[in-house]
């Protein structure tokens, strides 16, 4: 008879568990280098460079009284910025014509009172006393502020509101006046010779 022997098997459990692998440490980010400083303008150069837009720019006040003296005119300043954009101009050889362009690309207008001429914002330039010009003047500058009362004669006025005014700056003015079938408007020069002209073509009577 043959005894069969039986090796017991042991099982061995790892007591120890892998060791995770771990990311390498990332070296901490390197800092972008500050930019160095613009130079400093020569003493006497016109224009600055404006950080944000980088448009050139000057100081108003002494731009007023180079074009006041050569123009033989009166500025009063109210709030408005101390430098403006030339918006292209050469700040020597900028007439008063030219001025007041370059206030319009700044939003700022000019409004003549007792003989000075008041720089304002363009949000308020029709509060102020604006002049009239019921006619037209070759003598007034393309970008001067003026007060025209139109009448209008074969349309009633009131129609003419809706097509006229998307046509006039938010800073400008438009109303009709039934009773006299007028309507008042209060902006640039140019604009409002432009207005006039397209009323003119308006006011024509129905075709029978």
């Known amino acids: 008879m043959r005894i069969q022997h039986f ?8 007591l ?9 440490a990332q070296p901490p980010p390197v800092a972008a280098p500050a930019p160095s400083p613009a130079p400093a303008a020569p003493n006497g150069a016109q224009p600055q460079r404006s950080p944000l837009s980088d448009l050139p720019t000057v100081a108003l006040e002494p731009l007023l009284q180079r074009v006041g003296r050569a123009a033989n005119k009166k500025f009063l300043i109210g709030y408005a910025p101390t430098q403006i ?9 900028i007439t008063y014509p030219l001025l ?5 690309a700044n939003s700022m207008a000019v409004v003549e009172i007792e003989g000075r001429l008041n720089v304002v914002s363009e949000t308020v330039v029709r509060n102020y006393p604006v002049p009239f010009a019921n006619t037209d003047d070759p003598n007034i500058a393309a970008d001067e502020w003026r007060t025209r009362v139109l009448p209008i004669t074969n349309v009633e006025a009131a129609q003419l509101v809706p097509i006229l ?44």
């Open 16 to 24: 120890t568990a892998p060791a995770q692998e771990r990311a390498p």
């Open 100 to 104: 007041l362009s370059i206030l319009r």
């Open 165 to 208: 005014r998307p046509l006039l700056p938010q800073a400008a003015h438009l109303a009709a006046f039934p009773p006299s079938n007028q309507l008042v408007i209060v902006d640039r020069y140019a604009n409002l010779k432009r207005i006039t002209e397209i009323v003119r073509a308006l006011d024509k009577p129905p075709p029978r």
């Open 85 to 93: 954009y030339l918006a292209g101009a050469d700040a020597n050889e």
């Open 7 to 14: 090796v017991p098997l042991l099982l061995v459990a790892s």
